[in-house]
């Protein structure tokens, strides 16, 4: 399967910042990546399809001008969180699609916390 | 549309005993299904599919799960548990024509010693 890592890790910014977390698909070339939101002890809430070479797809209710993603080519997608708030504060995580079987491969995840 | 029902929040076991963790789905069309594990943390990790064939997949760490299309279910088991075990589980199902994954609220598995 594909290796997918994140960076960075964790983060900790001041409300009104902006904060960019990388995904990059390591030994894949990934046409689609997929940015998922979890909350504490909740499920995995799809934020947006990064589509490389295009712009991303977002689900209803995501902030397109909040959550900026960049998918400038097969191996890297970026998340930008502008104007960061304390409600941003969550766990970001990045995915490759490896197959049409809509199987996943998931990065390590980022923690943001907003101060 | 697809939708996912993990039948159960929190799983407390202890150590060496069996353990199952419920899934069910609903969708109009044939799908894919999947067993995700989650460690604090941590992104998720493949722990294994159902695609086609068989109905009784077996995965990663003595895991199996059963598809059983009457019942519209994918319930995930482990004969003898370990405390490792302990983590977040999510069930999730994609449709056969290549459509997003959708992921259950999860299960937390508990194991005690």
């Known amino acids: 399967g594909a290796v997918v890592s994140q960076h960075p890790s964790r983060v900790i910014c001041k409300s009104g910042t902006s904060v960019k977390i990388e995904c990059r698909s390591l030994d894949f070339q990934a046409t689609t990546m997929f940015w998922y939101r979890q909350f504490p002890k909740k499920s995995l809430m799809l934020m947006a399809t990064?589509?490389?070479?295009?712009?991303?797809?977002?689900e209803q209710g995501v902030e397109k001008d909040k959550f900026l993603i960049n998918h400038a080519s097969l191996t890297l997608s970026t998340l930008t969180v502008t104007s960061a708030h304390p409600e941003d504060s969550s766990f970001y995580i990045c995915?490759?699609?490896?197959?049409?079987?809509?199987?996943?491969?998931f990065g390590e995840g980022s923690r943001l916390t907003v101060l | 549309a697809q939708s996912v029902t993990q039948l159960d929040s929190q799983v407390p076991v202890f150590e060496e005993a069996p353990v199952e963790l419920r899934c069910n789905y609903s969708s109009s069309v044939s799908v894919y299904l999947f067993w995700y594990v989650q460690y604090p943390n941590q992104g998720l990790q493949l722990l294994l599919k159902?695609?086609?064939?068989?109905?009784l997949v077996k995965g990663i760490n003595g895991f199996e799960a059963e598809f059983n299309k009457s019942q519209t279910s994918f319930h995930l088991r482990k004969p003898s548990v370990h405390i490792s075990d302990t983590a977040e589980y999510f069930c999730?199902?994609?449709?056969?024509?290549?459509?997003?994954?959708?992921f259950g609220q999860g299960t937390e598995l508990s194991v005690k010693p």
């Open positions: 995915s490759v699609q490896g197959d049409l079987t809509g199987e996943l491969f």
């Open positions: 999730a199902v994609s449709d056969v024509q290549g459509g997003k994954l959708i």
């Open positions: 990064s589509n490389e070479g295009s712009k991303a797809t977002y």
């Open positions: 159902y695609l086609s064939g068989s109905t």
